[in-house]
């Protein structure tokens, strides 16, 4: 029998946008955020409600949309040379 591993890695970061106290006032900031993103036509945002277990609140988290890179040629960078001093910080003659 073979195990398998699964590796995920991990998202784009979650941004608190805030604590309350009960599900109805985080659901509450929910709605009302996802009516502001609606009518500035913010697409792709994302908004979640999380129970904290450690003092039973509830967090509102959001985070951005995902921009996908597009893949860039790498250009090698020119090594700049800078020009030595001595010890006192006089130039080398």
Known sequence: MKEEI???KS??????LGIFDSYKEAHD???????EWEHEKIDGMEIKIKRRNSDDKFAVKIRTPQ???LDKPKTKKKKKTAKRENKHGQDNI
Not at 11 to 16: E, L
Not at 29 to 35: G, L, M, S
């Open 6 to 8: 699964i590796i995920t």
């Open 29 to 35: 900031v929910r709605k009302k955020t996802e009516a």
């Open 67 to 69: 921009i996908e890179k």
């Open 11 to 16: 998202g784009r970061p979650w941004n608190i």
